[in-house]
């Protein structure tokens, strides 16, 4: 029934856990609006049959129509979108909150190529794996302009920002390849700003998964092409963190310095100096580098510099995944080779 209707609206396949939400949503609307607009067409068609210049005599029908029908003139249609909203509603609310366990994968926008990268792995440009049945988290940022991640068959679309995160999930349900578009005007290769999700059933993804991990190569796709090859991210983000001169205030180790020690922030509610307290989550961190004195956490200098212009997004994702992979539980990320980069720039 659902895959007739589909192939009647020339919708794309479904193959995310959020598709069916969205189509049914999409399928109540279209029916109800046909039943009600065909309804109204005919009556006006009688009317125009009945009435038609000639028939009657004299002067025109005086119309009026009793009260319950004015109201019920009013109340339907609202009642209608009142119905639909409240259904929409719930399904955006389900479809805007990730699952606990999701996997996270960061994905750049950049003229014009789509970028995703694992916390822990590879990276990869034009082309995203992911295993079925496990819920997908992605962080999108944009280096240049904004740009919309889009995967029709998932009813996926969420624009990535130049110098902020925003986040969206989905769960692929079957196995295949997945056309992804850009859905924002970005320039003159917006159109052909393609990629593709790879969706493969968890044991395949395991082993691609591994393989990546012990040989990290570039997979590219019709279209994309890129030099670079990007090293475990919270891994990078130390490289980061030592060049921009952040461990000359912030601590790893839980002492607090000029500020708060990275030492297990990354999901800690720290209270405000302007009273109240934030979660220090990818939001929060993004925001303390681009806008610092925004939200300065309680006993602490408001004296940080911003980091706007002089991070990349794809820098503002690593220090994240740094931060993150620093939790007393945890283990330190292996040290790297920190060259050295000189004084701090003023
Ligand atoms: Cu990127 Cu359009």
Redesign the pocket.
């Known amino acids: 029934m659902s895959d007739l209707l589909r192939r009647i609206l020339f919708l794309p396949e479904a193959a995310s856990s959020l598709a069916p939400r969205v189509d049914r949503l999409h399928f109540f609307i279209i029916i109800t609006t046909f039943i009600v607009g065909a309804g109204i067409g005919l009556t006006g068609l009688t009317f125009l049959v009945r009435y038609r210049r000639g028939r009657v005599d004299g002067p025109a029908p005086a119309m009026s129509a009793p009260r319950w029908m004015e109201a019920a003139f009013a109340g339907v249609p609202l009642s209608f979108f009142l119905l639909w909203g409240a259904l929409g509603f719930e399904d955006y609310v389900w479809a805007r909150t990730p699952p606990r366990e999701a996997m996270d994968v960061y994905v750049t ?1 950049k ?2 190529m789509w970028k995703f990268a694992y916390p822990d792995g590879p990276g990869m440009v034009g082309v995203l794996h992911v295993p079925t049945g496990t819920p997908v988290r992605l962080l999108l940022t944009s280096r240049d302009v904004i ?2 991640f889009y995967v029709p068959a998932f009813r996926v679309k969420m624009d990535a920002l130049p110098g902020r995160y925003t986040e969206v999930w989905f769960e692929a349900v079957r196995p295949g390849r997945y056309r992804v578009l ?1 859905a ?3 320039g003159l290769d ?1 159109s052909r ?1 393609r990629a593709e999700v790879v969706v493969l059933e968890p044991e395949a993804f395991e082993t691609w998964r591994a393989r990546q991990l012990s040989e990290p190569t570039w997979v590219t796709s019709e279209g994309a092409a890129e030099e670079e090859v990007l090293g475990p991210l919270a891994r990078e983000g130390r490289v980061v963190a030592a060049r921009q001169g952040c461990l000359q205030c912030h601590t790893l180790d839980g002492t607090p310095h000029i500020g708060p020690t990275w030492l297990g922030l990354y999901g800690r509610e720290e209270p405000l100096a302007s009273g109240g307290s934030v979660r220090a989550d990818v939001a929060y961190l993004t925001e303390s580098m681009m806008d610092p004195l925004a939200k300065v956490v309680a006993g602490y200098a408001p004296v940080m510099p911003s980091y706007h212009g002089r991070l990349s997004a794809a820098d503002v994702g690593a220090l994240i995944e740094f931060i993150k992979s620093l939790h007393p539980e945890r283990p330190e990320p292996p040290p790297v080779q920190e060259p050295d980069y000189g004084p701090l720039p003023r």
């Open positions: 926008g003229q014009w740009h919309s850009c924002e005007y970005c917006h700003m």
